[in-house]
């Protein structure tokens, strides 16, 4: 990695190793595929420290694993767009650590106001920023790979990519909170409701449901669908991991697996107005909804990678990339502690897909004083 440290590299090439020994390992299984190891992948948010989520992405990549579909709220429907649209993880790295987060932030109202006159402002819009660059930004992304609508994702493998039959629905899910109705919103298919104005899902814009997913209530301003107003996915689930799941154990092809940002304790927040009190409420509010991976019950556990983001907030747009790459670190050990079972994560032994249905087949929700994994699961 180019833009790493001499110590940063080091790192990664210990990890790198290892997941080498891990993929060529007879015992390590993530699907039944014929041709490769695929899964369908969910991206929770978390704003800045959605960087982490590149270090999962490369540490997946390491593996060979394919992705048939992805789902992203936020941070991670950024990720999650770019990687539907065809990218490879080494150029969506390249991009991200050389790429200034606080050109996201559209007029810089905070330095311009005075902190009344900011909080007045915000009263009226709703937000301190537009969120116009950033929907551009990630338009030119998409166009760049033809790939700027849901109809326009690519449907073959490409990238990080494994075909995808359209009889599996389509390639991408972005979700966003509708609080006008007080429900989530599941782009592309709640595109044709009619309290959305019956829109066209396959022609919609992919740049604009990554806007919608991405608005933080007071930082970035709602988005506005056919009078609906939109805010950042994590009101309704920061981490849905089960949006691509079958009921019917026997028709599971392939598993989804989850990347989780969290911190634990939340670092501390400045609470000394209105709109900060806000910011404050709403990062709360996603680290409680992050702590639900903590749930005892296999068919989440088995499959969900926590990352730990340590003292960044969601909105330190003016991260260093020092800290990209620390987060970017944890992310690629932590895919590889899950998967290889180590420290009592994931399967808490080699990832195995028959193991896994074992799992989906024999518990759905334990109670408190049970524990799924046992002996009888060999």
């Not at 997946?60 to 394919?66: A, F, S």
């Not at 400045?270 to 404050?280: I, M, N, P, Q, Y």
């Not at 990352?307 to 330190?316: A, E, F, N, R």
């Amino acid at each position: 990695m180019e833009s790493f440290s001499k110590r940063g590299e080091e790192r990664l090439s210990r990890i790198e190793d290892e997941l080498l020994k891990l993929r060529w390992n007879p015992r390590f299984q993530l699907s039944h595929d014929e041709e490769d190891n695929v899964c369908d992948l969910v991206l929770s948010g978390g704003g800045a420290k959605g960087v982490a989520h590149l270090g999962a992405l490369w540490a997946l990549d390491q593996l060979d694993i394919k992705y048939k579909r992805l789902a992203g709220n936020s941070a991670g429907a950024i990720l999650a767009a770019l990687v539907a649209a065809g990218y490879d993880i080494y150029d969506i790295v390249e991009e991200l650590f050389n790429l200034d987060f606080m050109e996201f932030r559209d007029g810089n109202w905070d330095k311009r106001l005075p902190r009344l006159a900011l909080i007045v402002a915000v009263s009226m819009s709703y937000g301190m920023y537009e969120g116009y660059k950033l929907q551009v930004w990630v338009e030119k992304m998409l166009s760049e790979r033809n790939a700027s609508t849901f109809g326009k994702l690519p449907r073959n493998g490409v990238g990080m990519l494994a075909p995808l039959n359209n009889r599996d629905g389509p390639r991408l899910e972005i979700l966003a909170s509708d609080v006008t109705h007080a429900t989530e919103l599941r782009m592309p298919e709640d595109l044709k409701l009619d309290r959305y104005g019956n829109l066209r899902p396959h022609s919609f814009p992919v740049a604009a449901a990554v806007r919608m997913s991405v608005s933080v209530p007071f930082f970035f301003q709602p988005y506005k669908l056919n009078n609906a107003m939109i805010v950042d996915g994590a009101f309704a689930a920061n981490l849905p991991l089960e949006i691509f799941d079958r009921d019917d154990v026997k028709k599971v092809r392939w598993p989804t697996l989850g990347i989780n940002l969290t911190s634990s304790p939340s670092p501390s927040h400045d609470t000394k107005d209105l709109f900060h009190f806000g910011l404050a409420i709403f990062d709360t509010m996603r680290h409680g909804q992050s702590s639900m991976s903590l749930m005892n019950y296999p068919t989440r556990k088995s499959r969900l990678v926590d990352i730990p983001t340590g003292d960044i907030k969601t909105l330190d747009f003016d991260i260093t990339k020092a800290k990209k790459e620390m987060l970017f670190i944890h992310g690629a050990r932590e895919v590889l502690e899950t998967l290889n079972g180590e420290k009592g994560k994931g399967l808490r032994k080699i990832w195995n897909f028959d193991r896994y249905l074992k799992l989906r087949k024999r518990w759905s929700f334990p109670g408190p004083d049970e524990d799924y994994f046992d002996e009888g699961l060999e």
